[in-house]
């Protein structure tokens, strides 16, 4: 496939169908007038799948790659997974549609850490927990309290 650079935008979608639809915590698409995109190559290969709401995606029949989301509100448009270049679209994913979708197990930009014997993996660390107040009324030995 093959877009006229720059693409128009590009943006991070949290929603549910394209998390569903991508099998990540939200995809990244880029998108563009269908003027100016083509099919190179594989175009027999093509699948197309057509939703309750009437957008269409398209995904490789071969390994099931998703290639192309469509709305049936905007049919001059082509939305393409952002994965899918390999080089530059000449535009960055600045926006960000349907966040209050996002799944609560997505990550958030929290601080992460080097993870010890794992080159290359980060994690975030437990948030410490609160010391809790002792309850009135127990005896200092239950509180915890020396």
């Given at each position: 496939m093959e877009i006229a650079y720059p693409a128009f935008w590009a943006w991070h979608?949290?929603?549910?169908?394209?998390?569903?639809?991508?099998?990540?915590?939200?995809?990244?698409?880029?998108g563009t007038w269908r003027s100016r995109f083509r099919v190179v190559k594989g175009a027999k290969g093509i699948r197309?799948?057509?939703?309750?709401?009437?957008?269409?995606?398209?995904?490789c029949g071969a390994c099931g790659t998703p290639l192309t989301y469509e709305r049936a509100s905007a049919p001059k448009w082509v939305n393409i997974p952002r994965g899918i270049f390999e080089t530059r679209t000449g535009r960055e994913p600045r926006y960000h549609l349907h966040i209050e979708e996002a799944p609560?197990?997505?990550?958030?930009?929290?601080?992460?850490?080097?993870?010890?014997?794992?080159?290359?993996?980060?994690?975030?660390?437990?948030?410490?927990?609160?010391?809790?107040?002792?309850?009135?009324?127990?005896?200092?030995?239950?509180?915890?309290?020396?």
């Open positions: 979608d949290h929603s549910e169908a394209s998390r569903r639809a991508q099998g990540c915590a939200c995809a990244t698409y880029v197309h799948y057509k939703d309750k709401q009437g957008a269409t995606r398209t995904f609560e197990w997505a990550y958030r930009g929290e601080p992460l850490a080097p993870l010890k014997g794992y080159p290359g993996v980060l994690w975030q660390r437990p948030r410490r927990k609160k010391a809790r107040s002792p309850l009135p009324g127990l005896p200092q030995e239950v509180r915890g309290v020396p």
